[in-house]
Nanobody
Framework: QVQLVESGGGLVQPGGSLMLSCAASGTIFTTYTMGWYRQAPGKQRELVATISRLGSTNYVDSVKERVTISRDNAKNTVYLQMNSLKPEDTAVYYC????????????WGKGTLVTVSS
């Protein structure tokens, strides 16, 4: 089992920045891929970025130049730095831990709301 707790969401003006954090517990953090997904009102949940246990990253094209995912294995935490935020980035952002590559499950946090508005 993996428990995920997101933090760092809030209201930000267009062009602003936010850093989301996700603290993981329950198993060895360094053994699995972590990711951030988001779900805007009335839309399906979509991938934002992932980072493998070895640090390889993957981004959706719509955020690639504005977002950085990172992980601190000593703190069992994954981060999502978001810059130049746009109103269309408004969504609930979910942390994900994917243990399927090591025979485990796929886990989600409860989400943190990011609102980009003036």
């Amino acid at each position: 089992q993996v428990q995920l707790v997101e933090s760092g969401g809030g209201l930000v003006q267009p062009g602003g920045s936010l850093m989301l954090s996700c603290a993981a517990s329950g198993t060895i953090f360094t053994t699995y891929t972590m990711g951030w997904y988001r779900q805007a009102p009335g839309k399906q949940r979509e991938l934002v970025a992932t980072i493998s246990r070895l640090g390889s990253t993957n981004y959706v094209d719509s955020v690639k130049e504005r977002v950085t995912i990172s992980r601190d294995n000593a703190k069992n935490t994954v981060y999502l730095q978001m810059n130049s935020l746009k109103p269309e980035d408004t969504a609930v952002y979910y942390c994900n831990a994917d243990l399927r590559e090591i025979g485990g499950g796929n886990y989600w946090g409860k989400g943190t709301l990011v609102t980009v508005s003036s």
